[in-house]
Every structure is written in C-alpha cells, then in structure tokens.
C-alpha cells in the first residue's frame, strides 16, 4: 500500500511530499487496533517542533487526524472490536502516513465515532477541536458569565472556539478579516456579542473592547497570531498588536496564544504583573507527546466527537479531495495558503 510522506529540505532547499510504498508487520502488536482509514485530515507540519522533541527522519509521515473501521485488533486491547467506527490523532512519532489504506495505532488515542458523524467532517474538524478544548477548558478555565475575545473568529480554529464557549454561557466577542467574513461571523447562530472589524482602517479594536466590557475588559483572549512589530506586511496587520492584546485584558485574565515565538518587552511584562493576568502557549501535541494525562485527553476527544454528533460544534465543510490530488494539496497546506484539507480514502 501506499502512503505520503515528507522528505524535508535541507537548508534552503524546499520540502518535499512524495508517495511511498509501505507496509505493516503480518503480526499485529497486542495493545494495537487495525484500522482502515476512510478519511483523513491534513494539517501543516511542524518541523522544528519535530526536530525539538528528537523526531529526525528521512521521510515523515503526513496525515495524523483519520477516521476509520477497526478491522483487527490485539490480544490486550479491550476498548475497541472489530467493524467499530473510530476516529483519532497519530502521535508525533507514529511510523504509519494517515493516508495509508490501513495503519496500526494504539488503542489509547482513538475514540468511538458516532454513527450519523461523517468521516471527512470529523477528521477536517477534529484538530481544532482539541485545539478550542484545550484553549478554553484546559489553560483559560472558561466558566459562565466570562467574556472572551477570539481573533479571526471566522477561521476554522476560531469557529470552533466561538462554539464552544456560546455553549457554555460566555459572551464572546471576536474579529473579522473581510467583509465576506464580517457578514459570516454577524449571522451566527447562536450569536456573537459584537463582530470587530480589523480591515480598512477599522476602529481601534482596544476602544470597542472597553465600550462594550464597561471598560473593565475580557475574561480570555484567544488568538491566531500576533504582530510583534509596528511595521508589518498587509495580512500581518490584521493580526493584533501584543500590547492591544494585553491591554484589552481584564484583571486576572488569561490570554492564550498560538504564536510560538512570542516576545514581551518589560513594558509588557510589567502590565501583565499589574493586572495579575496569565500568558499561555497553546501546543496541543503535548496531549499525544505525553501519556501523563492519557484520560483526560481521551475525555476530551469523546466530548468533541460528542459535541459534532449533536450540533454544538458545527464546523465549517471541508471539499475532500481524492487520494491522487493528496501530494498537491498538502504542498498547499504547508505553504499556508489553506489552513487545511481533508482526503477521502
């Protein structure tokens, strides 16, 4: 069978996904669950986190968030039986390309898939689920009657957080990029307490968040990046400036970030400290790069799984793409001009 895989680039040499030939033991290992993969998620790939954690490989597996049939499963594996649906995310050191017709994976990171929730839409979603779930549940404590700002709430990830905390009870407000996004986010259902403009020379994103808090700020911010400098390109100034984001904080707030290499001058630090506010970083491979909270994790790939049988969570519909088109559209994916695909097997 055949599987995608990424030989990186060395140096400034571009990386690389190309086909391969593979194939798994006749023997299956006692605590691991045969699976035949019907769709899987593509996500851009982290290679210095990689390289961070001691994973150097030749060819990288591609393809991480599948959903599937068990076809076997081992002699010490008690949760799963043959022809059950289920869903799950391949560690970071997994051997096996989410894109292979079968693959083995332990028992502990797959879930049951409800029967009515589609393959490709629960491995396009299931990422920014986890992603939503640990932002607010885990780092942020969400509880009702917070207030929560989301940027870029019209993405994929910010959806899903919007989601999420309007099922709790939080009064989120959130940005948007575009027109065709601002239109998007304002007919929500449930709704939005007030969409924010952050394109052609909106108001100040600081003023509105204090008119419509009382001007004692949010409760949580959740972003999809930050812009660390004044002068920027056009798409980085849509992103939040650190200080707005530390200023629109209220006292004891938590604010959770995806931006990997943020930096905070003493000048932030010391509004922080008066505020008695939290920095988060937002890394959810930690969930499958440790078996310390094996449970928890597991808990909580079941309530999202949960959730998008039910409606609460109703991500945005991804176009699956055959397996042929699988290399072009991961290319795609990495050079961040789609934030991701999904590929039916």
């Not at 332990?106 to 589609?118: A, F, G, R, T, W």
């Not at 600081?206 to 009382?214: M, R």
């Not at 094996?294 to 949960?306: M, N, P, T």
Request: aromatic letters at 4%.
């Amino acid at each position: 069978m055949k599987g995608l895989y990424c030989r990186a680039g060395v140096g400034d040499a571009e990386t690389k996904f190309v086909i391969q030939e593979t194939s798994l033991p006749e023997v299956l290992s006692s605590n691991l669950v045969r699976v035949q993969v019907k769709a899987c998620g593509l996500s851009p790939l982290d290679l210095k986190l990689l390289a961070d954690v001691g994973i150097q490989r030749d060819l990288i597996p591609v393809g991480r968030e599948v959903a599937g049939v068990v076809q076997q499963v081992g002699k010490k594996v008690s949760f799963f039986q043959p022809e059950d649906e289920v869903v799950g995310i391949l560690p970071l050191d997994s051997p096996c390309s989410g894109l292979c017709d079968v693959i083995d994976i332990d028992e502990h990171y797959l879930v049951q898939k409800p029967e009515k929730l589609s393959s490709v839409c629960v491995a396009g979603a299931l990422r920014d689920g986890l992603c939503a779930y640990t932002a607010l549940h885990t780092h942020a404590r969400m509880a009702a009657g917070h207030t929560l700002l989301v940027t870029d709430g019209a993405s994929s990830f910010g959806l899903m957080c919007i989601q999420l905390a309007c099922y709790h009870g939080v009064k989120v407000l959130t940005t948007s990029h575009s027109p065709q996004k601002h239109t998007f986010l304002e007919q929500l259902r449930p709704s939005v307490a007030k969409v924010i403009p952050v394109y052609d020379g909106s108001p100040d994103l600081l003023s509105v968040v204090l008119e419509e808090t009382g001007g004692l700020g949010v409760d949580i911010v959740i972003d999809s990046g930050v812009r660390l400098q004044e002068e920027a390109s056009e798409e980085a100034k849509l992103l939040p400036h650190k200080h707005d984001i530390i200023s629109v904080l209220g006292v004891g707030g938590h604010w959770v970030t995806s931006h990997k290499d943020l930096q905070l001058d003493p000048p932030d630090c010391r509004l922080l400290h008066l505020k008695s506010a939290s920095l988060t970083f937002l890394n959810p491979e930690v969930w499958t790069a440790s078996s310390s909270q094996q449970g928890r994790y597991l808990h909580i790939l079941k309530d999202i799984v949960d959730k998008m049988s039910t409606g609460v969570l109703r991500p945005q519909p991804e176009e699956a793409v055959p397996l042929y088109e699988a290399t072009v559209a991961m290319e795609t994916v990495q050079r961040q001009q789609k934030t991701k695909a999904v590929v039916q097997l």
